[in-house]
């Protein structure tokens, strides 16, 4: 099946560092997504991306789709304590009625103020 | 607009007996699709309901079965539990689970403890 290898696992900075962390995949994916989760609580989409080669950018939040659609990237800029969590990458690998997301194994960020 | 919601959020069960979790999706949100989440496996997919049919199905075995209601709402359940049965159990919602550009968006899941 699908894998989606996630790196790096963890990552420990201090506050207003950046940050990037990526996700590829064995085959193709027409959608990458990538969520946040806090403890105790489902993900939260933080941005999500349709075309191959796009950049979009969410506040301090940028993420690029690959242009081979293996891979995306998640940079987060200048970073601070509330970026704690585990952020997970997601891939959906075709529309019409096939909706089912491959999750990669997070990323844990811990920020130290 | 209201997010997705799942009761309870957290369960103890015991080994052997059955549970059935549920999820409210977001308003107008016809695509319910259920995952469960576990430190060593991570996020993996149980299956997609649409109009009360279910659409997709992860590899998970018998046990895991789910169903949805005309009204969307959607519930899960997991017969003879297992101890590897314990982890968050997660219900995402979207519009129609078909073009590209839908996107699913999580509750905060139901912790199940199988003792």
């Known amino acids: 099946g699908q894998q989606l290898n996630q790196s790096p696992q963890s990552m420990f900075i201090q506050e207003g560092e950046d940050v990037s962390m990526n996700c590829t995949s064995s085959?193709?994916?027409?959608?990458w997504l990538w969520y946040k989760q806090d403890p105790g609580e489902g993900p939260v989409l933080l941005i999500a991306?349709?075309?191959?080669?796009e950049l979009t950018s969410n506040g301090r939040l940028t993420a690029q789709f690959g242009i081979t659609r293996k891979d995306s990237f998640l940079n987060i800029s200048a970073s601070i304590p509330s970026d704690v969590g585990i952020y997970f990458c997601?891939?959906?690998?075709?529309?019409?009625?096939?909706?089912?997301?491959?999750f990669g194994k997070g990323t844990l960020l811990t920020v130290n103020p | 607009k209201a997010g997705v919601t799942q009761t309870p959020r957290y369960l103890i069960k015991t080994r052997g007996q059955q549970v059935t979790l549920s999820c409210s999706p977001i308003?107008?949100?016809?695509?319910v699709s259920w995952y469960q989440q576990t430190p060593g496996q991570g996020l993996q997919f149980l299956f997609e309901?649409?109009?009360?049919?279910?659409?997709n199905k992860g590899n998970f075995p018998g046990r895991f079965s789910g169903r949805q209601f005309s009204n969307s709402r959607s519930e899960m359940n997991v017969s003879t539990l297992e101890l590897g049965d314990s982890a968050l159990y997660l219900c995402?919602?979207?519009?129609?689970?078909?073009?590209?550009?839908?996107?699913?968006?999580f509750g905060p899941g139901t912790r199940l403890t199988v003792l």
């Open positions: 991306l349709y075309k191959a080669g």
């Open positions: 997601a891939g959906r690998s075709s529309g019409g009625s096939n909706y089912k997301l491959t």
């Open positions: 085959s193709i994916f027409n959608t």
């Open positions: 309901y649409f109009s009360e049919t279910q659409r």
């Open positions: 995402a919602s979207s519009l129609a689970g078909g073009p590209i550009t839908d996107t699913q968006y």
């Open positions: 308003s107008g949100h016809r695509s």
